[in-house]
């Protein structure tokens, strides 16, 4: 256990549909990254906040936002979907120069 | 741009010894991490590696030439459990709590 939680575990929508994944660090962790993994890709940083403020931005889609709140916790929205969104979300959480540790990961399926 | 390079798959055999290779070219270079990743589970740290040289941890130990832009994993005494696939990552930007970049990863079957 990596100390990261994320919900939903599992989610299933459709196209032009919102969803919201929701993150929360470990203890004492302020960074907080998202990445998108799909079947033919690797791991794809999308961004990251540090302390509630924007640190770092990857290859997110106009159509993706995040936040990151007071308490640390961060949420991922993504709206419009599409089938090409279908993947495994993870968030991870580091501190420092460590490494960074994974949330089981949301896996989204659009149809 | 960004590039790291791993095999996509290999093959080994339970009790043998396995090495998997990582280069890659980054704009920038502040450590590599290599993590094992289980199909549909969560990434899981193994070893970093910020100057030259190999890290022994155990079964695993992973080794660092950042002339040659290279790394390696190796995985000694194979189990059917370390079956998996296994991810090098480059931290690109100077300072701690910076983004990784990730290879594909590569598949790694053990059989008996």
């Known amino acids: 256990d990596s100390g990261v939680t994320q919900t939903p575990k599992h989610l299933i929508t459709a196209t032009g549909q919102r969803v919201t994944l929701r993150c929360s660090p470990r203890?004492?962790?302020?960074?907080v990254y998202w990445y998108q993994q799909s079947l033919d890709q690797g791991l794809q940083f999308l961004i990251q906040?540090?302390?509630?403020?924007?640190?770092a931005k990857g290859n997110i889609l106009e159509r993706f936002s995040a936040q990151q709140f007071p308490d640390l916790h961060s949420e991922l929205n993504l709206s419009s979907l599409e089938l090409g969104d279908s993947a495994l979300y993870f968030c991870?959480?580091?501190?420092?120069?460590?490494?960074?540790?994974f949330g089981p990961g949301t896996r989204l399926t659009v149809t | 741009g960004q590039n790291i390079d791993q095999p996509t798959e290999m093959t080994a055999t339970e009790g043998a010894i396995v090495q998997i290779n990582c280069t890659y070219q980054?704009?920038?270079?502040?450590?590599l991490f290599w993590y094992q990743q289980h199909a549909g589970e969560a990434p899981t740290f193994l070893s970093y590696?910020?100057?030259?040289g190999l890290e022994e941890k155990g079964r695993f130990s992973s080794f660092l030439s950042r002339s040659k832009g290279y790394s390696y994993l190796l995985l000694k005494e194979l189990q059917m459990k370390d079956s998996a696939s296994y991810l090098c990552?480059?931290?690109?930007?100077?300072?701690?709590?910076?983004?990784?970049?990730f290879g594909k990863g590569t598949r790694l079957s053990v059989i008996a």
């Open positions: 980054t704009s920038g270079f502040n450590g």
């Open positions: 590696n910020v100057l030259d």
């Open positions: 991870a959480s580091s501190t420092g120069v460590d490494r960074q540790y």
């Open positions: 203890s004492g962790d302020l960074s």
């Open positions: 990552a480059v931290r690109d930007r100077i300072g701690g709590n910076t983004p990784l970049v």
């Open positions: 906040y540090y302390n509630g403020e924007e640190r």
